[in-house]
């Protein structure tokens, strides 16, 4: 399996972008209504782009969760509020609600 292009990602412009100093690149570009665009479609574009946007936060996130619970870490320990992984989790779901 070949690798995914790694974080952070950022959404602007109608395109999700790499951002590493030097080198920025389009992930993708996020296409929208061709005709009788709404203001309602433009927010599910501007969602969509934001989930994909987060996309290296959330599998960053899930893989220490994963990687916690193999060390035999307690849930409630994990995710405790103030835990470093809550607070990557809460910025990675933050990320992509667009905030």
Known sequence: MSKHTPGPWTYGSKSVWHLEP?????ICTIHGPRRRTTPLKIQERNANANLIA?????FEVTNAIKMALDMGIPVAEILAPG?????????????????
């Open 54 to 58: 987060a996309a290296p936060d959330l």
């Open 83 to 99: 835990s470093q992984i809550r607070r990557a989790v809460d910025a990675a779901i933050a990320k992509a609600e667009g905030r």
């Open 22 to 26: 030097g080198s920025e690149k389009a």
